[in-house]
């Protein structure tokens, strides 16, 4: 079955600093992967997502960007926090057209102060 | 475009007592997927249960059944016996035809009364 590793668990940054979140998938090949972000009692709200190594979907033009470096690898990036971008951020795969469900890591915790 | 609404922002149950999470869904694909998931307070999304379209019996997973209803377009979770632990944020997903973006429900809070 997949797994989806992510870390930090949580994180506190200053307004203007840098962030970099990995996501790695274990237990599968070629998976589609997408950064979700969850404020605080909300629902999910999809940032990016990608089929394949190098190929990144922008769903909301944000501070944020991604990128695939290898199939099971996911990156999200900042140069620059900003207030508006604590959240939780999680990671998911699926296998579709094939496979059912997205599976998803267990999530960061983004606190910018 | 596909479309999920939850319409119970909060549900109250006793422990033991059977509840029922609503779920509608709106595609124009005939092909599709509907799924639930549970998030407790711990943050990790739980994916619980799944019914495709062409299924033709309601899928269950030991406590939890979904009711799918397709002509009404609606796939109700139902939580059998209710257990503290199942207190959590339940979603309604769905992903249709061949998009790879699912779409989710703004969910409903479930919390479990001894």
């Known amino acids: 079955s997949q797994t989806i590793h992510q870390w930090p668990a949580t994180l506190v940054q200053p307004v203007g600093s840098p962030l970099s979140l990995e996501c790695t998938v274990e237990?599968?090949?070629?998976?589609?992967l997408y950064w979700y972000r969850q404020a605080a009692g909300r629902g999910l709200q999809l940032l990016f997502y990608?089929?394949?190594?190098?190929?990144i979907s922008s769903e909301v033009p944000q501070n944020l960007s991604a990128s695939r470096p290898q199939d099971r690898q996911f990156i999200l990036s900042s140069k620059k926090l900003l207030l508006s971008d604590s959240g939780f951020y999680l990671c998911?795969?699926?296998?579709?057209?094939?496979?059912?469900?997205?599976?998803f890591g267990p999530g960061t915790r983004l606190t910018v102060t | 475009a596909q479309k999920i609404t939850q319409t119970q922002p909060g549900m109250f149950v006793q422990e033991k007592e059977a509840v029922t999470l609503d779920c509608t869904y709106d595609?124009?694909?005939?092909?599709?997927?509907l799924f639930w998931y549970k998030q407790p307070s711990s943050g990790e999304m739980i994916f619980l249960i799944y019914?495709?379209?062409?299924?033709?019996q309601n899928a269950t997973e030991g406590r939890y059944s979904l009711n799918f209803q397709k002509a009404r377009k609606s796939a109700n979770l139902v939580i059998s016996a209710s257990q503290l632990g199942d207190s959590a944020m339940y979603f309604c997903?769905?992903?249709?035809?061949?998009?790879?973006?699912?779409?989710f429900g703004r969910g409903t809070s479930l919390i479990v009364h001894p």
């Open positions: 998911a795969g699926s296998q579709w057209p094939l496979g059912r469900e997205q599976y």
């Open positions: 237990g599968t090949s070629n998976p589609n």
């Open positions: 990608s089929v394949g190594i190098g190929q």
């Open positions: 595609t124009s694909d005939p092909s599709y997927g």
């Open positions: 019914q495709g379209s062409y299924d033709q």
């Open positions: 997903a769905m992903s249709s035809g061949g998009s790879y973006i699912p779409t």
